[in-house]
């Protein structure tokens, strides 16, 4: 069953402290994407990936790091200089790896992060 | 920099009534529109897409959406809403998302 697959789903951290939230697709798509999603924001771009390697900044990029070391897996670490992490992340990936935003996104169920 | 509008953030309509949410967009070159929807407890997954071609897109569970290219818009459509309707409605131009609009359907 294909599909992507982020973990841990709720997770606390106190103030100060780094936390990597996974992300794990077995679709074979190129492309994949963080985004962070608040309440009466929609969802906010952090990072993407269009290729093993390589990632790009999104909008929201400050206080967050990732890395694209395999196809399938493109982990996000909320460093402690995020000033407001509190908030519910999602993980996507696309078929495409084009820049052009044609792409359509496929979905985790998301992780909660709360900070203590 | 890019953005999505969407105009209304919380939708209250009782079944079969009709469903109209806007959604507007700066322009930013080709047009790549998209509607997702995020039912409770499930995955964010796509209602529908627009790229070129006939402005007026179906897509699943009824739904349409038209793209006036003089408006910026791309305003979601469903002539007869459902209590399963009832979800959490995004819209997105590239990878920009609005803020959302939650709709709430009685019975």
């Known amino acids: 069953d294909g599909g992507i697959t982020q973990s841990p789903k709720y997770l606390f951290r106190k103030e100060g402290q780094n936390v990597t939230l996974s992300c794990e697709q077995n679709?074979?798509?190129?492309?994949m994407y963080w985004y962070r999603q608040d309440p009466g924001q929609g969802l906010r771009l952090i990072y993407y990936s269009q290729i093993v390697n390589d990632f790009q900044k999104g909008d929201i990029a400050e206080g967050y790091s990732v890395s694209r070391e395999k196809k399938e897996s493109f982990p996000l670490t909320v460093t402690s200089a995020q000033k407001n992490p509190t908030a519910f992340y999602l993980c996507a990936s696309s078929r495409d790896r084009g820049a052009s935003g044609a792409n359509v996104l496929t979905f985790g169920a998301g992780s909660r992060l709360t900070v203590l | 920099a890019q953005s999505v509008s969407q105009h209304n953030h919380h939708v209250i309509l009782s079944e079969a009534a009709s469903l109209e949410l806007g959604c507007n967009y700066s322009y930013g070159g080709t047009v790549n529109l998209f509607w997702y929807v995020q039912y409770p407890g499930q995955h964010l997954q796509l209602l529908l897409k627009?790229?070129?071609?006939?402005?007026l897109v179906k897509g699943i569970k009824g739904f349409e959406a038209e793209f006036i290219k003089s408006k910026f818009s791309f305003n979601l459509r469903k002539p007869s809403v459902q209590w399963s309707d009832t979800a959490e409605y995004f819209c997105?131009?590239?990878?920009?998302f609005g803020a959302g609009t939650r709709l709430a359907v009685h019975p």
């Open positions: 997105a131009h590239k990878l920009i």
């Open positions: 627009y790229f070129s071609g006939d402005p």
């Open positions: 679709l074979n798509h190129d492309a």
